[in-house]
């Protein structure tokens, strides 16, 4: 999913081997993910989706004007905190359990998309796969 503040922006869903780059978007109040070879395009991550970057993740401090901060990461997993309220809820969480919003990722940070999640299926789904798998 893409935050909301991305909605008038041309998007699309990522895909494993996806290389990506972290950006700011015209016309957008926010920064995301958009595909390393198509810059206007914004990459939607599912949550779930880990991703690898390919130095230490920097996002802002508290104050813009400052240095950036480092993650300890180079790897994340994309996640959402909040469906409720209205507001920026596109995250990532990195192996120590921190949380840092993408929208205070630093700009021009490279990542490639290392795994989606399973997606959710129904029992039906599921016995149809098995049924169809043994029939030749």
């Keep these: 999913m893409c935050d ?7 998007s699309r869903p990522a895909q494993v081997g996806d290389k990506l780059v972290t950006t700011s978007f015209s ?3 926010t920064r995301g993910f958009a595909a390393l070879d198509d810059p206007t395009v ?7 989706t880990e991703i690898a970057f390919e130095r230490e993740i920097e996002y802002d401090g ?3 004007f400052l240095r950036n901060r480092k993650a300890g990461a180079k790897l994340a997993r994309f996640r959402q905190i909040s469906n409720e309220i209205p507001s920026h809820r596109d995250a990532l969480e990195f192996p120590n359990g921190k949380v840092v919003l993408l929208t205070k990722l630093a700009r021009g940070q490279h ?26």
Excluded: D, F, H, W
């Design 42 to 48: 914004a990459v939607c991550l599912r949550a779930g």
């Design 27 to 29: 016309n957008a109040i």
């Design 111 to 136: 990542a490639k998309v290392l795994q989606l999640p399973a997606a959710a299926r129904t029992v039906e789904e599921l016995e149809g796969q098995a049924i169809t798998t043994l029939v030749p």
């Design 4 to 10: 909301y503040s991305l909605e008038s922006i041309m």
């Design 62 to 64: 508290v104050l813009p």
